[in-house]
C-alpha cells in the first residue's frame, strides 16, 4: 500500500485542472453518484476536496486520482465453508453497484503533474475498448492501476514512455497477444503485474533490463517458447516475489541445473503448471518463505529435499499425487505456519514429531483418503492453530482429547473418518474461538447436560449422524451467530420446539432431515418460514404445509405426513412475489388439485417435485409460465443438492441460492441413478409421478423448452402424447408409463436429440414408432404393454401392407390375392409326407424294413 505523501489543505486547485476533471466525469458511468461532488457550484469549485482527488499542499496540482472501487475483503467476514456470507454477499452486491463504468477521456493525458493513477476493480470502466495509448504521454506517472477493468487488446507499446513507473498493475484485464520488448525501458519498476490475461510471452530478455523488479505476476501467461525464461529470471537482483500460476511452461526435465542464482527469492508460485516432479533448482531456494506447487500432476513421495528450505513459513503441496507417507523432513521446517498436504495420496499415520510445528496456524489434510491411525497427542502443542482440516480420511479414536487445549482453532473440519467415542463438555471447554465445526460422517455421541451452553460462539455447525437425541439440544439456543445448521441423521425423535426458528435470526440453511420428528410444523411457527433453504425431509411432519416468507429459496419437506390440499400454501398472497427456486413435496399424504396460482411465485421455480402423494385433477396448464424452466432464461449460478437416492422417491433438487452441501444429486432413472455434480444450473425438472392425476397431457407443458426431467408416470391421464413435444429439444428423459394414454406417438418426438432415458410402457398407444437416432437405441420395455409397431418393438409394421412377390416365372402377384403356386406346394408336401407315415404306421412289415435299412448299409460298409 503507498502512502499518499499529501494532505489536505484549504489551497485551491488548478481551474484548468479542474475543467479536465469535469470532462472525465462526463465520460464516466456513475451509478452509485460517488463523483457528486465533482462539479462547479461555489461550495464546491475547489477540485482538490473532490472525493479521490489529492493535490500538491504546495502547488495545488492534482498529483493522485484515487478511482477505484474497493472490492470487500473476505477477511471481514465470517464466511462459511464454501466462502458465503449473508453479510459479505451484501458487501459485494454493494460493490458491484458502486463500480465505475465508461471510457477515459484522453484529456486526462493533461493533467502534467499527475503521478498516482488508480482504476482497479471497475469491471466496466473500457469494456469493449483497447488500452488507451495516450497513458503513454503521462510521463509524471509512478504509479499506474488498471487491473481487473474492462480494457482489452495487447499493451501498447506507449507504456515504455513511463521511465518514472515504480507500480505498474495490469493484472485480470483481457489482454492477448504478446508483451512488447519496450516494457524494458521500465527501469524503476519494482512491481510488475500482468496475471490472469492470455499473454503469449516468446521473448523474455526485456525482462533483464528490469533491475530493480522486486514482484513479478505472470499467472496464466504462455511461455512455452521462451526457452530461456528460467535464466532470465535469475538475472533479477532484487526479485522477492515470483507468481507463475496458471502458466504454460516448457516442459522441466531432471537435467536441470539443481540450484539457481536466485539469491533474493522469497515467494514462488507454481501451481497449476503440470509439471510432474518438483524441479530440482526449487531446493536451491533456501531463502524461500513461501512456496506453491499445488494443483500440479507430482507423483511419487514428497522428497525429502524440502528439507534444505528451512525459512518456509508456507508450504502448499495440495491436490497433487504424492503417494508416501509424510515424511520426517517437513517435521523439520520448525517456521511453518501454513501447512497443505491436502488432496493427495498420501497414507500412513501421523508422526507424533507433529508437535515440533508449533508456529502452525493452518493444517490441512484433508481428501487424502489413506492417512489413517489415531491423531498424535503432540497435537495439543500447536496452540498457534487456526485452522484444521482432516475430512475424508481414515482416522480413528477420539481427536477430541487432543483438540482440546486448543483455544485459537476457529475452523475445525474433521468429517468422514472413523472417528468415534463420546464427546463431553470438559472436550469442548477450552474451543472458545471455534466459529466453523463441521464433524460429519464419524460416530460421534455428544454427552453434555441439560443446562451446558458452549463457550464459543458458531457460524457453522454440521454434525450430521452424531447421536444428540431423542431431545432437541437446548444449547442451540444459545448460538445466536448460526447461518448454517446440519442436525440430520441425528437421532432426533421429538417435535420442534418453537424456541427453534427463533434461535435462528441470522440462518440461511437448516437441515433436520433423516430423523423421527414428528408433530405438526405450522404449531411450531410463530411467523412464515423465512429461512433461506430448509430441509426437513424423512421425518413425520404432518398437518397443514406451512407458509413462506419471500426469502426462502430452497424447501425440502418431501418423505413426511403432510396432509391436505396446496391451495393455502401455494395461493398465499404475499406482499411480495415469492422466490423459490426449488420445491419438493414428494411422498406426503397430499391430496386435491394442483391449484393454478403459480403467479405469486415469480415464475422463478427450476425444479418442481409433487411425486407420490394423493393429488387428482388435472395438471395446470399454468406450468407453462414457469419462466425459470425456458431455455433463455436458465441459470449457470444453479446449485444441486443430494437429497435422497431411493428408487422410490425420485428427485432433482435444484436451487439457486450459494448452498454448503451442494455437492452432488442423484437422479433414478431406467433402474438405475445418475449422479449430478456441484454446479449444474442447466438442470431443470418436473416431477407429477404417483399421484391420481387425470386429464390429458397439457399442450403448453411443451413451451418448457428449457426442461430436462419430465416424469407424468402411474396416473390416470388420457388422451393423446401433445404434437408439440418436439419443441422441448433440451429433453434428456421422459417417463409416461403407466397411464391411459392413446393414440400414435407423435412424429416430432424424433426432434429430441438429447433424449438418454424414455418409458411409454403401459399405456393405449397405438401405430408406427416414429424413426430417429435416439428412439431406436431404447429396450422393448420402454414400449411394452401398448399396440406398437416398428423398430425397436419386433413387431413389423408392414405385415397388414400389400406386399409384392413374384412367381417362378418372374411374374408379380398381388399379396392379397390366393398365390396357387405356393399353396400346391404346401399342399403335395403334406400329401406326399402322410403318405409315407400312414404305411409305416399301418404295415408292420415296412416299419420294420424301413428302420433296419440304416443298420444294414452301416454293417456293409464297415465290411468292405
Known sequence: MFAFGVSRETRVCIPSERETLLKLKHHLIDPSNRLSSWNNASANSNCCHWAGVLCNNLTAHVVQLHLNTTPPHSDDFQLDDEGYDEAYHEAYEAYERSQLGGELNPCLADLKHLNYLDLSSNVGLGEGKSIPAFLGAMTSLTHLDLSYTGFYGKIPSQIGNLSNLVYLNLSSMVIYETIPSQMGNLSNLRYLGLGENDLFVENVDWLSRLSKLEYLDLRHAYLSKAFHWLHTLQTLPSLTNLSLSGCTLPLPHHSQPSALNFSSLLSLGMSYVGYPFVPKWIFGLTKLVSLDLSANYIEGPIPYDFQNLTLLQTLDLSF??????????????????????????????????????????????????????????????????????????????????????????????????????????????????????????????????????????????????????????????????????????????????????????????????????????????????????????????????????????????????????????????????????????????????????????????????????????????????????????????LFICLIQQSPIDTAIIVGQIQVDSAISVFLWTKGRDTEYKSILGLVTNIDLSNNNLSGTIPREITDLDGLIYLNLSHNQLSGEIPPSIGNMRLLESIDISRNQISGEIPSTISNLSFLSSLDMSHNHLKGKIPTGTQIQSFETSDFAGNNLCGPPLPTNCDSNQKVLVTDNIGAEIDGHEVNWFFVSMAIGFVVGFWTIIASLLIYRSWRFAYFSFPDEMLYKLKSY
Open 320 to 637: 497433487n499425487s504424492f503417494s508416501s507417507s509424510i515424511p520426517d523432513s517437513i517435521y523439520g521446517l520448525r517456521q511453518l505456519k501454513f501447512l497443505r498436504l491436502d488432496g493427495n495420496n498420501l497414507n500412513g499415520s501421523i508422526s507424533n514429531a507433529l508437535g515440533n510445528l508449533t508456529f502452525l496456524i493452518e493444517l490441512d489434510l484433508s481428501h487424502n483418503y489413506h492417512l489413517e491411525g489415531t491423531i498424535p497427542t503432540s497435537l495439543e502443542r500447536l496452540t498457534s492453530l487456526v485452522r484444521l482440516d482432516l475430512s475424508d480420511n481414515q482416522f480413528i479414536g477420539n481427536p477430541f482429547e487432543s483438540l482440546k487445549s486448543l483455544y485459537k482453532l476457529s475452523h475445525l473440519y474433521i468429517t468422514i473418518n472413523h472417528f468415534q467415542g463420546v464427546v463431553k463438555e470438559d472436550h469442548l471447554a477450552n474451543l472458545t474461538s471455534l466459529k466453523s465445526f463441521y464433524a460429519s460422517g464419524n460416530n460421534f455421541t455428544l454427552k453434555v447436560g441439560p443446562d451446558w451452553y458452549p463457550r464459543f460462539q458458531l457460524t457453522n455447525l454440521n454434525m450430521r449422524s452424531w447421536k444428540l437425541g431423542p431431545k432437541f439440544s437446548s444449547w442451540i439456543q444459545s448460538q445466536k451467530n448460526l447461518q448454517y445448521l446440519d442436525m440430520s441423521n441425528t437421532w432426533i425423535s421429538d417435535s420442534i420446539p418453537t424456541w427453534f426458528w427463533e434461535a435462528l435470526p441470522h440462518a440461511s440453511y437448516v437441515n433436520l432431515s433423516h430423523n423421527h420428528i414428528h408433530g405438526k410444523l405450522m404449531t411450531t411457527l410463530r411467523n412464515p418460514l423465512s429461512i433461506n433453504v430448509v430441509d426437513l425431509s424423512k421425518n413425520h411432519l404432518c398437518g397443514k404445509l406451512p407458509y413462506l416468507s419471500k426469502d426462502v429459496y430452497w424447501l425440502d419437506i418431501s418423505s413426511n405426513s403432510f396432509s391436505e390440499t396446496m391451495d393455502d400454501f401455494l395461493c398465499q398472497k404475499p406482499d411480495k412475489l415469492m422466490q423459490l427456486e426449488f420445491l419438493n413435496l414428494a411422498s406426503n399424504k397430499l391430496s386435491g388439485r394442483i391449484p393454478d396460482c403459480w403467479i405469486n411465485w415469480n415464475n422463478s421455480v427450476v425444479d418442481l417435485d409433487f411425486a407420490h402423494n394423493s393429488l387428482s385433477g388435472n395438471i395446470p396448464s399454468c406450468f407453462s409460465h414457469l419462466n425459470a424452466m425456458l431455455e433463455q432464461n436458465k441459470s449457470n449460478d
